[in-house]
């Protein structure tokens, strides 16, 4: 079955970098993009970007660019989202999820805590 | 810049009927927002419902149904139960292969 692990839980000062991985497993890794999205404490949900498993494109929106790096590891099976000049307002929990095409992210990872505190 | 619109709450009685809306903020949803609908329970990843308008998702029972409603796309939920308490977002397509989630809807089941 379609799994993905995230890395655990980080705690970063303002200024600080996160690099948050996200293995995927139990399909093609390079059939599908891998999106970003990221929730606040008590907040919504805040869609960031996404990285293609095949050619390792990419995208991220408006507000996280310049701030947000996406890479992939395809032996691996690995995407990393790397978000820097962290404020605390980026204190959130970060997810990956699989997307499959018409806005469906079917498969998500467990979330990853990011707190950015001095 | 774009931003997609929820009714932040909503109540249904057990076994009833409730819909909830997603709209923007200038102009009108359509199918070419390709909109998407994702329940989230506390402490958990968002679960998707519909995507594509109004294709459920695996799994998903029946009685969640999505649809284009006047200017919005709006998901409904016929014959609600108490574990569909819970919050609900939907997701628009805003072109350049990227989506903006609205600001999420909490469904009382009571």
């Known amino acids: 079955q379609v799994q993905l692990v995230q890395s655990g839980a980080e705690v970063k000062k303002p200024g600080a970098s996160v690099k948050v991985s996200c293995k995927a497993s139990g399909y093609t890794f390079s059939s599908y993009a891998l999106h970003w999205v990221r929730q606040a404490p008590g907040q919504s949900l805040e869609y960031m970007g996404w990285?293609?498993?095949?050619?390792?494109?990419?995208k991220s929106s408006q507000k996280f660019q310049g701030r947000v790096t996406m890479t992939r590891d395809t032996s691996a099976g690995t995407v990393y989202m790397e978000l820097s000049s962290l404020r605390s307002e980026d204190t959130a929990v970060y997810y990956c999820t699989r997307g499959v095409g018409g806005g469906n992210l079917d498969n998500w990872g467990q979330g990853t805590l990011v707190t950015v505190s001095s | 810049q774009t931003v997609v619109t929820q009714e932040p709450s909503f109540s249904v009685s057990p076994g009833g009927t409730v819909t909830l809306t997603c709209g923007l903020s200038?102009?009108?949803?359509?199918?070419?927002?390709?909109p998407s609908w994702y329940q989230q329970t506390p402490g958990q990843p968002p679960r998707a419902l519909i995507y594509?308008?109004?294709t459920r998702s695996f799994g998903v029972p029946a009685r969640f149904s999505g649809s284009i409603l006047g200017d919005k796309a709006a998901l409904t939920i016929t014959g609600a139960q108490a574990d569909d308490e819970c919050d609900y977002y939907c997701m628009l397509s805003v072109g350049g292969g990227l989506w903006e989630f609205g600001g999420g809807a909490k469904l009382t089941v009571l």
């Open positions: 594509n308008t109004n």
């Open positions: 200038s102009g009108s949803v359509s199918t070419n927002f390709y």
């Open positions: 990285i293609a498993g095949g050619n390792g494109d990419t």
